[in-house]
């Protein structure tokens, strides 16, 4: 009996001094743990995505698109964004950038490249689109056109955003057709510039970074863009009229270049797919509300908003009908093949068809 306490008390003390150097071991090994630096997965990708304006608040849009895409990837692709005016852009030459690879997302705006490709801007022709609600469905239709000719657009298209709702900032106020007369506004597409042209104005092209000093200097009377975007520059300094013509929308087109939507594996793909459906839904929803806000902010400052007048109908509807479309239907190279789109995916939501 003697013996067997004796090795009962050996054997406890054993597996007491066991547990105390288990207990031991697992608090260092905590403590290297907690005291050694996570190491952060460097990314496989590393991407430039180029932004029309740091000031516009799409910025912020496509900045939940990147960071989303850095998330869902696991750290994999790292995008660095960067404004169009750092890059010494204007916006017009993006399609031929990213055709040659110099940038690996860009947001190309509709109007800026429709001189390269025409067919591109059915959807937003200048005066063809009623209300917001008729212009949001006429997109949707109108993207099967975009993925039709992605390859034209310089790579892979995943989807649009909105904008604002279009206005004219003016250093006078227009509250009639007549007033147009022979004001000098900037224009960025070419059916814009037949649009005013046909009301009576003398259209100019400028990139959207010119405009303030433009209409400060009186080279322009007008500047064809949008209430947020000319909040985002302050054009409410030196331009005091705000004026509605249903002018429509000019979206941005999100696109990533082939070569770099060639270099990353089909799961980023199929991440970049689902990133841009889902920046197209949210971003007709914050474009509508950017709209409505960004009206007020400008009449905060002192600008008057003048909306349109159904006076004007007969008038914008004529131009659209006997000029603008006649003219975009003459700069598309297959004339049948846009007729039959517009036809298809537009006129239900215009009200009328192409002959």
Known sequence: MGIG?????SMTGGLATSLLILVALSSAAQAQRQDTPKVTPQPEFRWKMVSLSRTHETWSWMKWFSDELHRRSNGRVEVRMISMPELGLTGFELIRVLKAGLVDIGEVVTGYVAGDLPIIEGASLTGLQPDWEASKKSHRAWDAVYRRYE???GGKYLGI???DWNAAYCTKPVRGLEDIKGVKIRIFSPAMALFWKTLGAQPVSMAFAELYSALDRKVL???HTGP?????VKLYEVAKYLVDLRLG???GMLVVSKRSWDAVPPDIQQILVQLGREHT???????WEMTQREIKRNQAEG???IPTKEAYRTAIDKAVRDVVLPDWLGRVPDKEEARRLFNELLAPQVGFTLR
């Open 151 to 153: 390859d034209k657009i």
């Open 221 to 223: 009377d007008c500047a």
């Open 303 to 305: 600008v008057e908003w």
């Open 161 to 163: 955003h909105p904008y």
């Open 5 to 9: 306490r004796q090795l009962l008390r």
């Open 281 to 287: 839904e949210r971003t007709w929803v914050l474009g």
């Open 228 to 232: 947020a975007s000319g909040v985002a």
């Open 249 to 251: 929308h000019q979206p």
